[in-house]
């Protein structure tokens, strides 16, 4: 039995990202009255063991590619338990609006198929939204000229151990003023310098990629029962809006009856972090 009308904000983080980048964020809609739950993944945030080697400085970058990685190992499935498990402890204080940014899109879409009925509303913050499998093995029919895809191989940590994890070495930008600026103009470009050092500081380094698998795609009798609604970012970088616009248009023609909720921010990538309080009324209007 529900105990209020009033909805949870459940923000799911990107690739890389974890609960702390949506701090920002969160501050917003609670000065609305609007509670919220910020998910670490798993393999991700505070209480994830990443490698030592990530922190310390000078950097031991020999020791960085050989670390352990706490993502290996994990799968998309890890992350469905993790956030279904988080959702019904929750439910019992009212609707839940679950919110995804970036890479974090595939959870939220996975979840939502896995657990429509605990679900009143999927957000995706330019995040990516998977609506046919051939998404996942197929060249897409539209222009993606991203900035991010050429920074990240610059930080881009060979896999020494043979782990499947991608691993980024975030904190090297703060060395290196063209690299900073560089991701800085693909991922958060409408931040100040300050802001972006602080992002960088709350990155994790590993990723896994194998989450992206069918199980992310969506389903039309399981997620397409959900209302949904896209964010778009007009001033993305990253996931470009021909990009977000392409995601859009293919959920769309899957489940025509029920079509993404559109609303568009001049925000950046991870403009929540930046410009949080931009966000904040159209998530309030959600409700």
Same mark, same amino acid.
């Given at each position: ?12 983080? +990107?690739? &890389? ?18 509670? &919220? ?7 991700? +945030? *505070? ?12 950097? *031991? #970058? ?23 498990? /988080? ?6 204080? +009212?609707?839940?609006? %679950?919110?995804?940014? &970036?890479?974090?899109?595939?959870? /939220? ?12 509303? /999927? ?12 998404? #996942? ?10 900035? %991010? ?29 063209? %690299? ?12 100040? *310098? ?29 997620? +397409? ?28 023609? %899957? ?18 972090? &930046? ?10 209007? #959600? /409700?």
């Amino acid at each position: 039995m529900r105990t209020t009308s009033h909805p949870t904000f459940v923000f799911v983080p +990107g690739g &890389s990202s974890n609960a702390r980048a949506w701090g920002p964020l969160q501050n917003e809609p609670a000065l609305l009255g609007h509670r &919220s739950y910020a998910v670490d993944l798993p393999g991700h +945030g *505070d209480r994830a063991d990443h490698p030592a080697a990530y922190y310390r400085q000078p950097q *031991d #970058l020999t020791a960085l590619a050989t670390a352990p990685s706490p993502m290996r190992g994990i799968t998309l499935q890890d992350n469905v338990r993790h956030v279904v498990d /988080v959702l019904r402890r929750l439910t019992a204080s +009212g609707p839940l609006i %679950l919110a995804g940014n &970036s890479f974090g899109g595939l959870t /939220v879409t996975a979840v939502g198929n896995a657990v429509p009925e605990l679900l009143d509303r /999927v957000v995706y913050l330019s995040a990516v939204c998977l609506s046919d499998p051939a998404m #996942l093995t197929e060249k897409w029919d539209v222009a993606d000229d991203n900035l %991010l895809d050429a920074a990240a191989a610059r930080i881009t940590v060979p896999d020494k151990g043979n782990q499947g994890v991608v691993r980024l070495n975030w904190r090297s930008a703060h060395a290196d003023p063209e %690299l900073f600026a560089q991701l800085k103009a693909a991922v958060m470009a409408d931040s100040t *310098d300050h802001q972006y050092r602080m992002l960088l500081d709350s990155m994790d380094p590993d990723e896994n990629y194998a989450v992206m698998e069918e199980g992310a795609v969506v389903r039309a009798e399981r997620w +397409g029962s959900v209302p949904h609604t896209f964010v778009r970012l007009s001033e993305d970088l990253s996931i470009p809006p021909a990009v977000q616009d392409y995601m859009i248009r293919k959920a769309d023609e %899957l489940t025509p009856e029920n079509p993404f909720d559109v609303h568009t921010l001049a925000a950046s990538h991870v403009g929540y972090f &930046s410009q949080p309080q931009i966000f904040a009324e159209p998530l309030a209007d #959600l /409700v």
